[in-house]
């Protein structure tokens, strides 16, 4: 009898949730933008947030990082190692963090 409670209240909760917690796992390389950019920065960092940001303006920002044409400190080098198709799936990841 306890071992059949287990299967009704455990089973629903791993078909219910999974998929979603598989879905929201981070894209290849993403892991090496939160280092700088922390989900939960304080306001006074001076590093900008970038969690929750148009994902088409994220690649765009970094197209311009990686040409020089957006001044930067580091991120120019950072953007040089990930070209857009590596960024895209980074950046619609970024997006749907809030
Ligand atoms: C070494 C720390 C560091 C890492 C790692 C890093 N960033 Fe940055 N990022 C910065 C800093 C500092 C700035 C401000 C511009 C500058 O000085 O380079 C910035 C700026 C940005 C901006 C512009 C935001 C704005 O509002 O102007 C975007 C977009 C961005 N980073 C995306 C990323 C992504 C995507 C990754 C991962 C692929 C990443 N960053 C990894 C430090 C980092």
Redesign the pocket.
């Known amino acids: 009898m306890k071992a059949l409670r287990f299967v009704f209240l455990i089973a629903p909760t791993i078909a219910c949730c999974g998929p979603v917690a598989a879905a929201s796992l981070p894209p290849a390389?993403?892991a090496?933008?939160s280092?700088?950019?922390a989900l939960h920065e304080p306001a006074s960092s001076p590093?900008?947030r970038?969690y929750g940001?148009d994902a088409n303006e994220?690649v765009t920002?970094?197209a311009a990082f990686r040409d020089g044409s957006r001044p930067?400190?580091?991120?120019?080098r950072?953007a040089k190692g990930?070209s857009d198709e590596e960024?895209r799936p980074?950046?619609a990841w970024?997006e749907s963090q809030k």
Do not use: Y
Request: proline residues 4%.
């Open positions: 390389g993403a090496s933008c280092g700088c950019h590093i900008p970038i940001r994220i920002v970094m930067s400190t580091v991120m120019g950072i990930f960024l980074i950046a970024l």
